[in-house]
């Protein structure tokens, strides 16, 4: 069943009904027509009344269809909720729908329990209709919103009573809520030492991919390497001339485990890792990000593998934006020894970490192979 009912004055309803038809024939007993006829009409009315409470809504169909939004902190969007109606029309109805606070939404028509929010909204649809309600909001805070419950309450268009019709399969529309971006400073210098991304005039690797033009071929010059349509038009062997590259890829490690639970400026710490990929972004550079909250899978915690452009970044945000204080961690050294054993450290890594004695080990090991980079809480480096 996808909507469930509740119907407790149709109950009460029937027990008049039941009433009106025994004075009826009582009335008919006695000869008393004109009191008949009241009685009848009356009862007509009543029983009209709850053969609509009972069809009402029985064919309308709300298209739960799985849409998930993405929108950064202060950034709007909606709720739009799309219903097909192939049974008795509904008048006046009123629409209840609860979410997450993540989002908020415009106007003063909500109503706030704890971390969820109430809205009422005006319904009327009719027979072979099918209507789209859209309810404006706004991301307020981190986190993913989903619709936890949505009521629709049928009154009767000509008299009292109503009912309720409670939606009963999962709700698959989602706002997840992007996390705020602060300004951080942010360093990263690229590795001659190893091949990547970045164009530098002097490193030691060539991207074959990027010829930029040729010169006159010298004795050691691969063959590989010679241009033939350049050397034919010259009459004399020609070389290629490659872009220079370089590595330039980040590591950022994310600690978020503190005794049994998380930090407690866990929204500070990821609104910092999103200003870094957000940097890491505009700047073109390609990077990785690793949380210790516990994941099932090849890697036992949050971990978004090297890569760059708008789908990196899509990915690294909206991995952030899951993140609760009521997830699972995993002890920092862990993750760290994990990493360890399975990733080839890039040229720049950072550890976001509120206890760097945790990591004292690695960061001893890692100073050595990376450019290492240790960043304690706010608070510790504004008093540093």
């Known amino acids: ?122 319904f009327t649809i009719g027979s072979k209709q099918t209507i789209e309600i859209d309810v404006p909001i706004t991301g307020k805070r981190r986190g993913l919103s989903r619709i936890q419950k949505m009521e629709l309450l049928i009154a009767h268009p000509f008299g009292e009573g109503s009912i309720t019709l409670e939606y009963q399969p999962a709700i698959l529309h989602e706002q997840l809520v992007f996390p705020k971006l602060q300004k951080y400073p942010f360093r990263y210098t690229p590795s001659r030492q190893k091949p990547g991304q970045f164009n530098l005039q002097h490193t030691l690797f060539d991207d074959a991919f990027q010829p930029i033009g040729t010169r006159d071929y010298v004795s050691t010059d691969q063959f590989n390497q010679i241009h033939w349509k350049a050397s034919v038009r010259m009459q004399q062997y020609q070389t290629k001339i490659f872009s220079t590259v370089a590595n330039e890829s980040m590591l950022f490690a994310l600690n978020v485990s503190a005794f049994y639970g998380t930090i407690h400026d866990l ?38 593998s090297t890569g760059l452009g708008q789908k990196q970044r899509q990915q690294a945000l909206e991995l952030l934006s899951i993140i609760s204080k009521n997830n699972a961690t995993l002890p920092y050294r862990t993750m760290l020894g994990h990493l360890d054993m399975h990733i080839e450290l890039p040229y720049t890594t950072y550890l976001l970490t509120d206890t760097p004695s945790d990591a004292l080990r690695f960061i001893t090991k890692w100073s050595g192979q990376t450019e290492l980079t240790v960043l304690p809480s706010r608070k510790e480096r504004d008093l540093a």
């Open 1 to 122: 069943m996808v909507w469930m009912r509740h119907a407790d004055d149709t109950k009460n309803m029937k027990w008049v009904l039941g009433l009106l038809i025994a004075l009826f024939f009582m009335a008919m007993i006695f000869l008393q027509f004109l009191a008949a006829a009241v009685i009848g009409f009356a009862a007509t009315v009543v029983g009209l009344q709850i053969l609509y409470l009972d069809r009402a809504g029985k064919k309308l169909v709300f298209q739960n269809n799985r849409i998930r939004k993405r929108l950064l902190y202060g950034g709007d969007s909606s709720w739009e909720l799309v219903f097909k109606n192939e049974g008795l029309p509904i008048w006046n109805g009123q629409l209840k729908i609860w979410f997450h606070d993540a989002v908020e939404p415009k106007g003063d028509s909500a109503v706030s329990y704890g971390d969820l929010v109430e809205v009422d909204l005006p």
């Open 267 to 304: 929204e500070d710490r990821i609104e910092e890792l999103a200003s870094y990929i957000e940097n890491c972004f505009s700047a073109g550079v390609p990077y990785a990000v690793a949380v210790n909250i516990r994941s099932a899978g090849k890697m036992p915690y949050l971990y978004l």
